[in-house]
């Protein structure tokens, strides 16, 4: 049974969610209130208030929290106003509405580390100033705040777990909704967030779990597929033993013991051969109920994570709505006219980085309104609307979140960044003179930089931009701007939606793996050693022709590097803004979603490492950090890794195609049609002779028919995907078997593209080709 104490204390702690939940909604008809100039709009807008704080002022009532209660109590008085006829309110009434709210949080403090509410002197006599025709009661509710602050404790919530605030959906608000106001809160239930992580952690480790019974479903199938091998090359051994049992019949009357032996071997082999096809015939079985299980599994495995993750996951618009409020007092503090247009509200993100993301948002809101948007005068002068906007815009594709801040305002002037630039000490005047604009507008990233001559409430303290990258990259994601002079700012900051898992890039470099989130991976692709080029002294590959400066990824990880290197070499491409860096690997293993599991300390500030992660295989890997990643890469690079602009001129090189086939008359017909799309071509009759020319010259991807005598072509992809110097060769299947457990035998034999022969198409061929290549 719960003892008293223990139940004020949950009474308290749902009171103090309850009132974290009803100060925004109330902020934003407040904020409704004071845009809208229709009567009938604010009335309806006044009477939802009236409930809100109304019921705010019940549940204060039974927790015995006397000064929320009182103070509700007193701008219920301060809204009859609203009733009266002639009532114009001024912005000293909103001023105070507003700062009531505020107070309502300092009085009771959500927060549960604060332990004891701070002293409230100072703020309750900046809530005494309101207009004479609410100045009666508010004196009065201040002694008594001030005698109850001394008198009367308030209701204690040490111990109480931290908990995720989810709205819980109060009286009236449902009607407030449909003027479109305040979001509405859904019904819900509170969840403390450690029991969410435990969730999320069992959910993560199931994950684990199927991703390993895939891989043992995955070896049944390969013993499926032996069995199905040597049972083919029993058959193939009819005509042998026809002629042995036609030999054994002829030599009988020679050397009957010797007969006799033969005639029990030659019975023995007819037995096996029932044996294997009766053992195969169970594995079938076996894999088929196997895949059942697997497919019941993940299915069973994904809705557990997807509603695991959907639970952490909360509305943007939990972080938006209170920045109308922060724009509203900024705009009077600076003397401007200022509107946030928001949109995406309902796009969700993981709580951890939804909370971490307030910050730096509002931080960046800031410098727009103060940096960004001129003044009135200002705009009218430059043939501008004398109110400054300012849009904020979630989107979101795939697992990656996207939230853009742009504002019409006066833009980032390039040659006022270069001159602060020389006044601190940061560049010299030859540098500043050779840095172009954009580069002159990454400036504002630097620690301590600051255009601002003074420093106020808001600017001048050099104490910011850094900072809200440096927040931004720690959520794994990164942080973008671009400018044009007089037209305004735009931000861009893009994070993954979640922390907890992540699609990765899985990565083999130096004998090891490791795990690279793809959330600013451009593109993996292959390039032949030989057309690695080097544009302005440095390694670069030309991608759309356009050159990405190369680096080893060896070198970033201070790994060894490889013994040695085929003829071609994986890269993977890492974008930040329009800056784009290539790295060279040994090896890309595939890409797959990965639960992400933190370093424990000392191991969480290793450069280029965010994590850890552990495959299918039970092999656990690191993960790597993508934006430390990008850094250490542009400092190797030695420049910011952008090469000359201009599209790079690269002379046309034909690509090399092997086409393997029994038949001459295929064979002539697909050379026929390569050789016409421009392509050299080489050409071989078996897959043994595959693999010679593929040893003698280079080659760029093979065409490969499937049944032929000795090496067919499930075996040459075999082959050629377990040669160290061949493996990276596209391998294309074309063949008349059509069933469909022989194309899946094809690609688990390595090959990049498998057609039929029956449905044979040119064009289809030689787009295959194109995009391998």
Partial sequence: MIGGDERWQQLGAAFAGELEDRMPVLTGMLLDLERDTDKQTQRETVEALFREVHSLKGAARVVKSLEVEQLAHTFEGSLTSWREPHFQPDAAWFDTAFGTISAFGQIHPSDSSQGVPPPFPTMLSQ??????????????????????????????????????????????????????????????????????????????????????????????????????????????????????????????????????????????TERSEQRVLDVLQQVEVIVQQFRQDVVQLGAVTHRIE???????????????????????????????????????GEIEIDRKILEQLRDPVMHMLRNSVDHGIESPEERLTAGKQACGTIHLTVAQVGGVITLELADDGSGLDAGRLRQAAITKGLLSLDEAAGLDDQHAYELIFQPGFSTSPTITGTSGRGVGMDVVRENVERLHGHLTMKSELGSGTCFTITVPQTLATTRAIVIEQSNQLFALPSVMTERNARVRARDIRSVEGRQAVVIEECAVPLVELA???????????????????????????????????????????????????????????????????????????????????????????????????????????????????????????????????????????????????????????????????????????????????????????????????????????????????????????
């Avoid at 409020?325 to 946030?340: P, T, Y």
């Avoid at 003829?567 to 800056?579: E, P, S």
């Avoid at 784009?580 to 933190?598: N, S, Y």
């Fill in 127 to 268: 809530l005494t100033d309101v207009p004479a025709r609410e100045a009666a009661a508010v004196p009065a509710v201040v002694q008594v705040l001030e005698q109850r602050l001394a008198e009367t404790p308030v209701v204690s919530q040490a111990g109480s777990p931290s908990l995720t605030p989810i709205t819980l959906a109060p009286p009236g608000v449902a009607e407030r909704m449909g003027s479109g106001g305040v979001r509405a809160p859904t019904d819900s239930i509170r969840v403390a967030v450690v029991k969410l992580d435990q969730l999320l952690a069992q959910a993560g480790e199931l994950t684990v779990t199927h991703i390993r019974i895939e891989q043992r479903a995955d070896a049944l199938r390969f013993l499926r597929d032996d069995l199905l091998n040597w049972r083919r090359e029993w058959r193939g051994q009819r005509r042998l033993r026809g002629s042995l049992q036609h030999a054994v019949s002829q030599e009988r009357k020679h050397d009957a013991f010797s007969v006799g032996d033969i005639e029990a071997l030659l019975r023995f």
């Fill in 555 to 773: 070198d970033v990880l201070e790994r060894p590097h490889s013994a040695s290197y085929g003829a071609w070499r994986t890269f993977f491409i890492l974008r930040k803004g329009d800056q784009r860096v290539a790295f060279l690997t040994d090896q890309l293993a595939g890409e797959q979603e990965i639960v992400v599991k933190h370093l424990p300390w000392p191991l969480r500030r290793v450069r280029n490492v965010s994590g850890a992660t552990v495959l299918g295989s039970g092999q656990t890997v690191i993960i790597l950090n993508p934006v430390e990643l990008f850094k250490t890469g542009l400092e190797l690079i030695g420049r910011s890794g952008k090469l000359d602009p201009k599209p790079v001129v690269v002379a046309e090189q034909r690509r090399c195609v092997l086409v393997v086939d029994d038949s001459l008359t295929t064979r002539a017909l697909e050379r026929s049609i390569l050789e016409a799309a421009g392509y050299e071509t080489a050409v071989a009759s078996d897959g043994r002779e595959a693999l010679d020319i593929l040893h003698r010259q280079p080659i760029d991807l093979v065409v490969s028919d499937v049944e032929m005598p000795g090496i067919d072509g499930f075996a040459l992809t075999a082959a050629i995907r377990c040669d160290e110097r061949l493996r990276l060769i596209p391998v294309v299947l074309m063949t008349s078997l059509e069933a469909r457990e022989h194309q899946e035998r094809g690609v688990r034999a390595g090959a990049d593209a498998y057609l039929v022969k029956s449905t044979f198409d040119q064009g289809q061929l030689l787009q295959t080709i194109g995009r391998l290549l």
């Fill in 306 to 344: 997807d509603e695991v993750m959907a639970v952490r996951l909360l509305p943007v618009s939990t972080i938006f709505d209170p920045f109308q409020r922060l724009i509203r007092d900024l705009q009077r503090d600076l003397e401007k006219e200022v509107v946030l247009v928001l949109d995406g």
